[in-house]
């Protein structure tokens, strides 16, 4: 039986050390998910302990899609006792009813957690291992955001699951310092010049923008041309899967180090096998840096409360395209080849 909760006890968890919030008469305990909110704490601590239900239907504010719904279940603590009700409370369930529905079907598609995909609470790999679900099941399943305060282990085996996490730091802590060497070799090369060392630089900055949006629409986001085999699912899930169904955890959202070195062979062969020593150096150092800033700037949009110059619009961006629509917004550092290829993500129509 449900736990029943009465309103006075939402209203008084309205603080950062403890804040709930109701919807369509249920109660939700959210504070350990104000940290990692997309769109940031604040939002969520303007409406703490109150009822947002029509919030989540408001596009003044942000429209909420399905997979939005799945994570809330995931704080559910009980349902809220009937009361007399306040004028307040009766606009409240007035606005509430209009969005019956479309909200309370949402509610009840997020109440109900598809334990037949991968259980959370064990690690990943060996469930995907021995997988007989289908294609379209599994990629139905991935693309539905879930939220875990904790990082879900995807190996059984502590060594191999600590080398399947990666902390942020680690990336400018080994590429930077490659950066570095790149420039050195490319300023005692033949020909070198500080003219060809920018122009080298810059131009890899700008092939990195290319390489990025590659790499995330034709790699990572393969869906369609993935065979239906078990095989080729638990790579894709290992690639990129694993970010769309856990997108907020920490320590597998930067690209392991043994995956850079993977990534980066067609960036040398590309730089050596077209340009002169000094402007290939150079060229590989401006790509490495791109790639530092990407990888920083994509967890920033993930974990940070961003600057309102260019990031919040760039963090609404990329949100939308993990809860509203991953077939397009593909961009992470800009817009810019979303623009060129005609996958720029729009709000208003793109709920999933």
Aim: charged share 20%.
């Amino acid at each position: 039986m449900a736990t029943m909760i009465t309103r006075d006890q939402v209203k008084k968890n309205n603080t950062e050390e403890s804040c709930w919030v109701i919807v369509n008469d249920k109660v939700y305990d959210i504070t350990s998910f104000l940290a990692d909110h997309p769109g940031g704490d604040g939002i969520l601590l303007e409406f703490a302990g109150t009822d947002i239900t029509f919030i989540l239907d408001d596009t003044n504010y942000h429209t909420h899609s399905e997979a939005a719904y799945d994570l809330l279940t995931e704080h559910y603590v009980g349902d809220l006792v009937k009361e007399e009700q306040n004028d307040e409370t009766i606009e409240s369930l007035k606005i509430s009813n209009q969005t019956d529905g479309k909200t309370k079907d949402k509610i009840a598609i997020g109440s109900k957690r598809d334990e037949q995909f991968l259980d959370l609470r064990k690690a990943l790999f060996p469930q995907l291992w021995n997988a007989t679900y289908s294609k379209s099941f599994y990629l139905e399943q991935v693309h539905r955001p879930r939220y875990t305060p904790y990082c879900v282990p995807y190996f059984d085996h502590p060594l191999l699951d600590m080398l399947s996490k990666t902390n942020w730091y680690v990336v400018p802590m080994i590429w930077l310092p490659f950066v570095g060497y790149q420039v050195w070799r490319s300023i005692n090369s033949s020909g070198s010049s500080m003219e060809t060392l920018i122009q080298g630089f810059v131009s890899g900055i700008f092939f990195w923008t290319l390489f990025e949006y590659v790499l995330h629409r034709f790699l990572f986001h393969l869906d369609d041309l993935v065979p239906d085999h078990p095989m080729f699912l638990l790579i894709h899930f290992t690639l990129h899967g694993i970010h769309h169904h856990m997108p907020m955890d920490r320590l597998r959202l930067v690209m392991p180090p043994a995956l850079t070195v993977i990534l980066s062979v067609p960036i040398f062969k590309i730089a050596h096998g077209l340009f002169y020593p000094a402007f290939a150096f150079a060229f590989v150092a401006g790509t490495f840096q791109g790639y530092v800033c990407y990888d920083m700037i994509h967890y920033y949009l993930h974990h940070a409360k961003v600057i309102e110059i260019y990031f919040k619009e760039l963090k609404k961006y990329h949100v939308a395209h993990h809860y509203k629509n991953f077939n397009s917004g593909f961009g992470i550092t800009s817009k810019l080849w979303d623009y060129v290829f005609g996958t720029v993500l729009t709000y208003e129509n793109s709920k999933q």
